[in-house]
């Protein structure tokens, strides 16, 4: 199986699907057929919308033109215009559309092939119109774009052209599109990129691919995501709140609201930084064992980027698996094919924000799971759990009910309709359809965050208050020093000279001077030590009083210069000394 049909043609498919979708033609149901039209494998969409006339089938089959608006809080996927064009030209080389509204019909021819043949140096696109008043029919153009048109597509005759516009009429209603898709894209062995025979009731890509002759077939690995190759499997969570129904070879789609899904759901908020409202995420887990995970990212109601794996989900443990997120990135801009974002600066914050968010969700149901003794089961193998809810979606009315506890989907029949619900209140498609959301209430408590947040803060108080311990404590008796006590520092002072041999220095730690007038600087920058060094200034000048009268002149320097000394390091042990020969010198001189 080759890399670019699993991860491109599916999703290509679903591009067809927008333009019933959007509010402009507003169809109730779609439907994907393959079938052979003159030996040609064909792929069809036909839909019961409003249709187009004439203008709107040339703004449809025109490049990088769009006007679609939003309706009622229905918003238009259709962004640039290009779509349609791009994707059904992938798919094959050719297609023709077909429109009907109540007073006339429009067809459209898209083809590769009619430009080719024909040298065509832009691309050109028949149309024609086939109204009740016969005005629009016998004009020199319409007549020259219904030859185009016979002589280039699968159909030759009006007759043919009629027949396809009366199909649209037994589908769904009076009015509604239709697409044939034919010349589709074939391997190197002429095989088409699509399995229509795997399952009837699906379009499938092949289980192998054989794009080279030369090589032996690349079988489908069983660990491929079945939404990737499946474009059933894929349908099913296109739309984050589907409206219509899809049916693939005549069975229906079983659409699912896909944050309706979930187990243990929470609801979180992110406000980035370039918007002024906040941003809805769901959290929840899958329901069933070994199913995909990881970020489900919409626009517009509409699938962009699916189980998209961030943060946590990145690293090689087991951190992360089972958890799905669920956002919906209206402020971001996707790619014309719509399986992309546009690689800008909030994208990539958007990514970063929602990884970690993830994980502050898996951090807390884990913890909690932890904390209920009763609890064995690790919380991602889930396979017998069920949704926190369960919904379905009426057959007629399209409205979603939510069905009573033990009431899962999987028992009930294809078919549903309001008068089938337990809840006599929803019983009726003229109810209004029960609130989905509540996004107004708050986002989930954050207890093991919090917690968390806690005791770093008490592990840090601690060593706060043994820091303050380890500070000496200032005495306030000290304001006043006794005289005994300066009779005391000067006693081990003059000790001090009488056995120093050194000349004068600072003894002790082999410090420098720059890194003792650092620590001086340092320390004198507190309120204690500025206050320690003004008792050490009165207590200095108290000692050149007191030693004035009674000690002779040369120890009198010395008790100035031990001063000196212990003012500019009054936090320091110091000890001064002079060289002996010198002292008794000075003395003999006296």
């Known amino acids: 199986m080759c890399v670019a049909p699993l991860f491109v043609t599916v999703p290509i498919i679903a591009l067809s699907l927008d333009n019933a979708y959007d509010p402009d033609v507003n169809a109730n149901q779609i439907w994907i057929d393959w079938t052979k039209i003159k030996d040609f494998d064909c792929l069809t969409f036909t839909d019961n919308g409003a249709g187009m006339d004439f203008q709107k089938m040339h703004k449809m089959l025109s490049f990088g033109f769009s006007d679609k608006q939003g309706i009622g809080g229905h918003a238009a996927v259709g962004l640039y215009g290009n779509g349609f064009k791009s994707g059904s ?3 094959g080389k050719d297609a023709i559309v077909f429109s009907k509204q109540a007073d006339g019909m429009v067809v459209g021819l898209l083809s590769q092939t009619y430009l080719v043949s024909t040298k065509a140096q832009y691309v050109v696109v028949p149309i024609i119109s086939f109204r009740k008043e016969k005005e629009n ?5 319409h007549r020259n774009s219904l030859k185009a048109i016979l002589e280039h597509s699968l159909f030759e005759t009006e007759e043919e052209l009629l027949h396809e ?29 699509f399995d229509f025979n795997a399952d009837s009731e699906d379009i499938q890509i092949p289980d192998d691919d054989s794009t080279n002759e030369q090589q032996s077939p690349i079988h489908r690995q069983r660990s491929v995501p079945e939404y990737l190759y499946s474009l059933r499997a894929y349908c099913s969570i296109l739309y984050l709140k589907p409206w219509m129904q899809i049916l693939i070879g005549g069975k229906k789609v079983k659409t699912q609201l896909v944050a309706k899904s979930l187990g243990h759901t929470v609801k979180d908020k992110y406000t980035p930084r370039f918007l002024k409202e906040h941003v809805n995420i769901t959290f929840g887990y899958r329901t069933k064992s070994k199913g995909e995970y990881g970020i489900m990212m919409y626009h517009n109601n509409r699938l962009i980027r699916p189980y998209v794996r961030l943060g946590c989900q990145l690293k090689a443990n087991a951190k992360g698996v089972g958890v799905v997120g669920i956002i919906e990135c209206d402020f971001l801009k996707p790619t014309h094919n719509k399986q992309e974002f546009d690689d800008s600066e909030e994208y990539r914050k958007i990514k970063h924000n929602l990884g970690m968010k993830l994980e502050e969700y898996w951090d807390e149901i884990r913890n909690k799971r932890m904390a209920d003794p009763g609890k064995t089961k690790p919380i991602d193998d889930t396979e017998d759990a069920n949704p926190d809810q369960n919904w379905v979606q009426c057959n007629t009315c399209l409205k979603w ?16 309709f309001c008068h089938m619900n337990d809840d006599s209140e929803f019983r009726s498609c003229r109810v209004e359809e029960e609130p989905q959301d509540s996004y107004a209430e708050q986002p989930y408590e954050k207890k093991y965050k919090q917690e968390k947040k806690k005791q770093k803060q008490q592990k840090k108080e601690p060593q706060a208050q043994n820091s303050e311990d380890s500070e000496p404590t200032p005495n306030t008796s000290a304001t006043s020093l006794k005289h005994s006590g300066t009779q005391q520092r000067i006693g081990d002072t003059q000790t001090n000279l009488s056995n120093s041999s050194s000349p004068l220095s600072c003894s002790g730690d082999d410090h420098s001077a720059d890194s003792l007038l650092a620590t001086s600087t340092t320390e004198a920058a507190s309120p204690y030590s500025r206050m320690k060094r003004k008792l050490f200034t009165r207590e200095n000048e108290e000692v050149k009083r007191a030693k004035m009268n009674d000690q002779q002149n040369s120890t009198s320097e010395a008790v100035a210069s031990v001063a000196s000394a212990d003012l500019c390091l009054p936090l320091l042990p110091v000890t001064v000394t002079l060289e002996q020969n010198s002292m008794q010198d000075e003395l003999t001189s006296k």
């Open 89 to 91: 030209m992938y798919l």
């Open 137 to 141: 029919n016998t004009t020199s153009e």
């Open 165 to 193: 516009l009366e199909v649209i009429s037994t589908k769904g209603g009076p009015s509604g599109t239709r697409i044939i898709i034919w010349n589709l894209r074939r391997t190197s062995n002429g095989q088409t990129e």
């Open 401 to 416: 009910r939510k069905l009573a506890d033990g009431v899962v989907p999987e028992i009930l029949p294809d078919l549903w």
